[in-house]
């Protein structure tokens, strides 16, 4: 019903799992309490002003749904920060299985290259139940986009929770411009093919109902489009360093494009200065000790983030380097994620585990090799990026990582960075860092070994290279890209 629709000219959406609120019920009244998140999408969307975009999320907790349940799914301004804000209330199995059951357990995991045993993945009868679910999810997002999208409004579909959603919305209103945007790796065909055929078939047509589907990097889309080859048959022009692919599939043509996500300097440089970070750098340099050099790190605790390897990788070069004892303190930021799945916590104990394990072996009295925090604290992080020396990013694999971009950003001494290279900043800071194989803990400790006895000219030479590349591409401007590609001329 045409009429009925929200009528503003222009109109853009946002479909996220993760919303930019969430609620938690505080106080001795138990009163639910909005919080806010940042990031790309929420300073991307604020940009384009009040009344222009309509961002619609997932209730991801008990919390969330009451909140969302109270306000009939529409959240107040006051919450959102004036942000129009559309929190969908899914069932609790319902969402349990397509966020953790589908899409944090296999489709993370396809992407990412973290299936590691041969009992691994098992696709039975429960899981094609989870796929029912993840399927209802996804439609539960189309139904709502449908219903607030304005006539001709462009649709902008985050990630691999949402991966049905465009061919979904597509068939329902074939009048809004539709794009969906990866910020995971993409799997290469041998890897994706593990996915029963008809859900890898459904995920790619689901993705492929996108005007455009946008990678954080060359590598990701290329991948994507050499799937919807191998297995859809689909023609496809590969994408170049900036995108301009496409697949075309019965006679539907999606265009494939790059943008990769940059740091917000201007965000992080006056957060970064204020007086709370102030006083937790005080903490940390009491704790380091003094004239230690530091080799940061700040993670969620995530298994393809390769937190324990990086362990091992500093460990090592104690070994090899013992003229390192007393005189470097690796800072490790690992916050809790995805608890929910027994395999994350089971890792997170195993980060705690080594990390102990390092220190009593090398530690003294007057020196702690490693310091690990793994209670979430924003200004804790930025005040160890200022003090840090070493960067230390080594993914099995990542999308981007945009750690390895900030902490260049806020580094009061030049870091340098040891990069994973299959991390997707690789890809465009590989130059400038010193690129390893996430696997080889004796080729990063070396790597940290020469991040740390980098001379002070090419230090600073290399820190400026990183920083002008780490922000090319603030949020704002990623988001726009995306936007005026999706508009017509
Ligand atoms: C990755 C995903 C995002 C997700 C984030 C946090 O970066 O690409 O979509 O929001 O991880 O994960 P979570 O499961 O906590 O939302």
């Known amino acids: 019903m045409t009429a ?65 349940a109270a306000h009939g799914g529409r959240l107040p301004a ?30 993370w995991f396809v992407h990412h290259l973290l299936y590691q045993t041969p009992l691994e993945p098992v696709f039975d009868e429960r899981f094609e139940a989870r796929w029912a ?9 189309a139904d709502a986009l449908a219903e607030e999208a304005a006539e001709g409004a462009v649709v902008l579909v985050q990630d691999y929770h949402l991966s049905l959603v465009p061919g979904l919305l597509a068939k329902r209103r074939p009048d809004l411009r539709i794009g969906h945007f990866s ?60 995108g301009d692919g496409s697949v075309t599939h019965q006679g539907r043509t999606t265009r494939i494009g790059v943008h990769g996500l940059g740091a917000d300097a201007e965000f992080l440089r006056e957060r970064a200065s204020r007086a709370d970070v102030a006083e937790r750098a005080a903490e940390l340099r009491e704790r380091v000790g003094p004239g230690r050099a530091t080799i940061v790190r700040v993670d969620r605790t995530e298994l393809s983030k390769n937190i324990v390897r990086g362990l091992l990788a500093f460990r090592r070069l104690l070994v090899d380097r013992p003229e390192w004892h007393g005189r470097v303190t690796h800072l490790a930021f690992a916050y809790p994620s995805r608890q929910d799945l027994a395999i994350y916590r089971e890792y997170t104990a195993e980060v705690s585990r080594v990390a102990e394990a390092i220190n009593t072996e090398f530690g003294r009295a007057d020196w702690t090799p490693v310091v690990l925090h793994v209670k979430d604290d924003f200004a804790r992080s930025l005040a ?31 870091a340098a960075l040891v990069l994973s290279r299959e991390a997707g900043a690789a890809e465009e800071l590989g130059a400038d860092a ?44 990623w988001f726009l890209a995306q936007l005026r590609a999706l508009r017509p001329a």
């Open 78 to 107: 006051a919450d959102t920060g004036g942000q129009s804000v559309r929190m969908l209330d899914i069932s609790p199995e319902t969402f349990d299985a397509a966020y953790n059951g589908v899409a944090n357990s296999v489709l």
């Open 434 to 477: 010193l690129l390893v194989n996430p696997y080889d803990i004796a080729g990063t400790a070396e790597a940290l070994h020469q991040a740390l006895t980098l001379d002070g000219p090419s230090r600073t030479a290399r820190a400026e290279r990183l920083t002008a590349r780490a922000t090319a591409l603030p949020p704002t401007a």
């Open 183 to 242: 910020h995971t790796p993409w799997a290469p065909p041998d890897l994706f093919r593990v996915l029963p055929d008809e859900m890898a078939r459904e995920l790619l047509l689901g993705i492929l109902g996108a005007d455009r589907a946008a990678f954080l990097t060359a590598r990701w889309a290329r991948a994507f489009t050499e799937c919807c080859a191998a297995l859809l048959g689909a023609e496809v022009t590969a994408p170049g360093p900036a």
């Open 384 to 414: 160890a990026y200022r003090m840090a020396d070493v960067a230390l990013v080594n993914p099995i694999r990542d999308g981007m990582n945009l750690v390895a971009k900030e902490i260049p950003v806020v580094s009061e001494r030049g």
């Open 4 to 68: 009925e629709r929200p009528q503003p000219a222009g109109q853009v959406l946002v479909a996220s799992n993760r919303g930019p609120v969430s609620y938690t019920r505080a106080g001795a009244d138990g009163a639910l309490t909005a919080r806010r998140g940042g990031g790309g999408l929420v300073s991307g969307l604020s940009a384009l002003g009040p009344d222009a975009g309509t961002w619609v999320c997932a209730a991801l907790s008990d919390d969330d749904r009451a909140a969302a």
């Open 133 to 141: 679910r993840y399927r209802a999810y996804n439609r539960a997002f």
